[in-house]
């Protein structure tokens, strides 16, 4: 029986890698050389669509794990990425061109993977497994599938995220606890409230702000209704903050009383509260100003940016909806998804999401059913995500609020990172020696 893969990014090289190599035959297809998508520039498999790194390499950097624990399962990824590395001080970053003649040279040398160069706009044409790893910018034809089958509502073309702040490094002195109105539970909401002067300092800076240049595809400004970066709405005037995501009513102080003149709100990543996100902070600021500018809201000077916020065109489906644990469809046990449309972000979580498909449809053909990951690795981490329901599924990279906490308590930020770390790469270890990998 053969496996369709549909796109030979990161994602679908993965999955076709690891099947060919278990002696599966594999089909895969892509638009390229013949066609491109709008970002697509280079006739190779495993495009680097814009940055070549592929982020921080050490154990204390939740992307550091999940390569770690990538090498140990021998992702391709991984491997042309070594062999074709660059130095950028604690990141990996690698020479794009060799990467990805690397990735194309090692897919093209298997006599089971067949490549086809194709647009697939049904995949359901196709006999068997199928594979749908056509990535954020997937073309027109194969979307209007999607839609079809999963349903419009479970379909988005954008991406628009907030930064993510890690809660040990709030200052509890300025910002309190408490639900807009009195709703909710009592951690839910974490709020940083500001006085006139402070509100007009901050606006000054972000109206001011770099910004990210966007590519011409990304300009649609239809995109952007409903969702418009904070930088955006404070540009319309100096109150537009205060009557939107900066809205200070229903939010007094709970021991005091005292009313502010503006309240940026976080809402509380994971069970444990280790994560705050900024609630309506999706932004187009650089990295750099995202720290400058966001560390200026009271109660977040020394915050530290699990993640920061970004927005871009993307395609990616509803998930939870539509996905089990395994990136299969319910509906359908024949059609898997995995890289960045399944709503994993990152070059690192697609090429992962692509090694895990890989496993499961091997494990499927190999023992009649699917084997999962260890609980506590940052793999699983990425099953959860994309099978967690959510009111607002978006997109995310790999991050600790992902992966449990350890049930003891370790006060030292990185040791506890070293300690999470080393738990799941020996899991995984043992998961390796004990099964078929
Ligand atoms: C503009 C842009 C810039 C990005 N920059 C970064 C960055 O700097 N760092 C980072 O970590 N992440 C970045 N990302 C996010 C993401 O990590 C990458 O897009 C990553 O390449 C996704 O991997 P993938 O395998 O899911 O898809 P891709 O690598 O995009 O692979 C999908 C493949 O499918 C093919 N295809 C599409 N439709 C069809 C079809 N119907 N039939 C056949 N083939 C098809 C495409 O030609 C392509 O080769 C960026 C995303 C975008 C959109």
Known sequence: MVTHIIGAGLAGCEVAYFLAKKGYKVKLYDIKPEKFTEGHKSPNFGELLCSNSLRGDTLTNAVGLLKAEMRLLNSLVMQCAEKTKIPAGGALAVDRHKFEDCITEIIQSFENIEVVCKEVKNPEELDG???????????????????????????????????????????YTRAFFASRYGKGEGKDYLNCPMEREEYLRFYRELVNAETVKLRDFEKDKKLFEGCLPVEEIAKRGEDALRFGPLKPVGLPHPETGKEFYAVVQL???????????????????????????????????????????????????????????????????????????????????????????????????????????????????????????????????????????????????????????????????????????
């Open 267 to 437: 809402r509380r990543e994971d069970k444990e509260g280790r994560f705050y996100n900024m609630v309506g902070f999706q932004t187009h600021l650089t990295y750099p100003e995202q720290k400058r500018v966001f560390r200026l809201i009271p109660g977040l000077e020394n915050a530290r940016f699990e993640r920061f916020g970004r927005m871009h065109r993307n395609t990616y489906i509803n998930s939870p909806q539509i996905l089990d644990e395994f990136f299969r469809m319910k509906e359908d046990e024949n059609i898997f998804f995995a890289g960045q449309i399944t709503g994993v972000e990152g070059y690192v979580e697609s090429a992962a999401s692509g090694l895990m498909v890989g496993f499961y449809i091997h494990s499927l053909l190999k023992h009649g059913r699917i084997i999962q990951f260890p609980e506590n690795t940052a793999l699983r981490g990425l099953s959860s995500h994309i099978s967690t329901y959510s009111h607002n599924f978006q997109p995310t990279n790999i991050t600790f609020s992902l992966i449990p906490d350890l049930k003891e308590r370790v006060r030292n930020k990185k040791e506890r990172r070293l300690k999470i770390a080393e738990r799941s790469l020996s899991e995984l270890k043992e998961f390796v020696s004990k099964i078929d990998f």
């Open 129 to 171: 497994i199928k594979v749908i790893a056509a990535g954020p910018l997937a073309t027109q034809g194969l979307t209007k599938w999607i839609a079809e089958k999963t349903g419009k509502e479970n379909l988005f073309f954008f991406d628009a995220i907030a930064p993510i702040v890690d809660a040990e490094t709030i200052d």
